[in-house]
């Protein structure tokens, strides 16, 4: 299947400080992809949706302003938690879709995870 | 009413018994449905992949859909301890995001 990968693993940073957190499609061109937090025991919610080369659409709720989401290219998108708190301290997950596997390109796969701890 | 509904469990089962995970929603335009499988700490692993409604089975894994009822299950045969995780449902309209239901944690005991 294919693959996606997040850098870094884990971060501890100091409250007020900004985290800029990678997800990379590794072996497919993603034109979508969807970042996600998820809370100890809390399935996962839905951030934002970003398309390449366009601005990104977040969810009722997050901050934009925030949560500032780039997707620079087909392969990359980045989150920056912009003055993080310890209220920010979470699992964040990004997914890609891929636009040729099976199901009108609607298959997602999921990066391992990021998980931010503000102190 | 929530979208999607599922139950958190946990649900415990010996080493080889049959597990039956369900969810149900309230969205008729749902087409796509995926059964997701995480490990504490890690990111959701895609284990079986539906569209519209029907039957699919892959290895002791089988997932059914039933639009009808606005219902889907997955059912894993032999279960293993290594089959123990929380397990995800998600459904989704033609390109758009993702759903999830709560997930349900399994504990599959040796």
């Known amino acids: 299947g294919a693959v996606v990968s997040q850098h870094p693993s884990w971060v501890i940073c100091k409250s007020g400080t900004s985290v800029k957190i990678e997800c990379r499609s590794l072996?497919?061109?993603?034109?979508?992809m969807f970042w996600y937090r998820q809370f100890p025991k809390q399935s996962l919610m839905l951030m934002a949706t970003s398309n390449e080369g366009s601005k990104a659409t977040y969810e009722q709720g997050v901050e934009k302003d925030k949560f500032l989401i780039n997707h620079a290219s087909l392969t990359l998108s980045t989150l920056t938690v912009t003055s993080a708190h310890p209220e920010d301290s979470s699992f964040y997950i990004c997914?890609?879709?891929?636009?040729?596997?099976?199901?009108?390109?609607?298959?997602?796969?999921f990066g391992p995870g990021t998980r931010l701890t503000v102190l | 009413q929530k979208e999607v509904e599922q139950d958190p469990g946990p649900l415990s089962v010996p080493e080889g018994a049959i597990v039956s995970l369900n969810c149900t929603y309230s969205?008729?335009?749902?087409?796509?449905f995926m059964w997701y499988r995480q490990y504490s700490r890690k990111g959701p692993e895609l284990l079986m992949y539906?569209?519209?409604?029907g039957n699919k089975e892959d290895g002791r894994f089988t997932a059914q859909v039933d639009k009808s009822s606005k219902y889907i299950s997955l059912f894993i045969r032999d279960s293993q301890p290594s089959d123990s995780a929380t397990y995800l449902c998600?459904?989704?309209?033609?390109?758009?995001?993702?759903?999830f239901g709560k997930g349900t944690t399994l504990s599959v005991s040796s």
């Open positions: 998600a459904m989704s309209q033609a390109g758009t995001a993702l759903i």
């Open positions: 969205n008729s335009a749902f087409q796509y």
């Open positions: 997914s890609a879709r891929d636009p040729w596997t099976g199901g009108a390109g609607n298959e997602q796969f």
């Open positions: 072996d497919f061109q993603a034109t979508t």
């Open positions: 539906t569209y519209s409604s």
